[in-house]
């Protein structure tokens, strides 16, 4: 059984996840958009120990701590290979398009479609969900999913940037999300929370 909190963090008001397992208090973080030392008051409060940093992809907003969390936690950062190049080059993350040049360290390993990621004694399934970005990943426990910038509260995922699809986007929602249990409640990289049910029924942008 795994445990997810969810707290708004950075510049880009990113959702900072964290799910971890209750009784081994093995965590894993998902995205670092800053703040970070709010993050570690967070895993200091409830006496978790972080297992690794994964990006739901390599947007600038998702990344910008990085280094900071990796190094602070000493934890291998965990990303799809489509989006790792991202890491390393301030155009492809887009910040350079804001007039920043975000870097991240490169990768420790990839997560594919298909893998699962291990947090103490629970499992979470990765899949692989390409449009906002190529190799945007969504991750999946019974009860919950964290959707990354693919799935929001009645919005998709922008497929206006360079790398983006949005013909993969929604046809990815449709075939690995909406299918999920509808009771699964969504965890994305930006608003609210939601759940599956209520995105089939009700998201403007792709029915089910
Ligand atoms: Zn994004
Ligand atoms: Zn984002």
Redesign the pocket.
């Known amino acids: 059984m795994l445990n997810v909190e969810s707290q708004v963090a950075g510049p880009?008001a990113?959702n900072s996840l964290i799910v971890w397992c209750e009784r081994t208090r093995q965590a894993a973080i998902f995205d670092a958009p800053g703040e970070t030392e709010t993050l570690i008051e967070r895993i200091a409060a409830r006496g978790l120990h972080p297992v690794c940093l994964v990006n739901t992809h390599g947007?600038c907003?998702?990344i910008l701590a990085n280094r900071e969390v990796k190094e602070h936690f000493g934890i291998p950062l965990l990303i799809h290979p489509l989006d790792r190049p991202m890491l390393t080059d301030p155009a492809r993350n887009l910040s350079l398009y804001l007039g920043e040049s975000v870097l991240s360290p490169d990768a420790d390993g990839t997560l594919a479609d298909g893998d699962t990621l291990t947090v103490g004694e629970g499992e979470l399934v990765v899949k692989h969900v390409p449009g906002h970005s190529p190799g945007s990943l969504v991750f999946y426990h019974p009860g919950f999913i964290i959707s990354g910038?693919t799935l929001f509260a009645g919005g998709i995922g922008r497929t206006d940037f360079p790398d983006s699809c949005e013909r993969d986007l929604l046809e990815a929602i449709r075939v690995k999300l909406y299918t999920l249990p509808g009771e699964t409640v969504v965890y994305p990289?930006?608003g609210p929370t939601t759940t599956i049910r209520e995105e089939r029924q009700s998201n403007p942008f792709v029915r089910a």
Do not use: K, L
């Open positions: 880009f990113v947007h907003d998702h910038d990289g930006h």
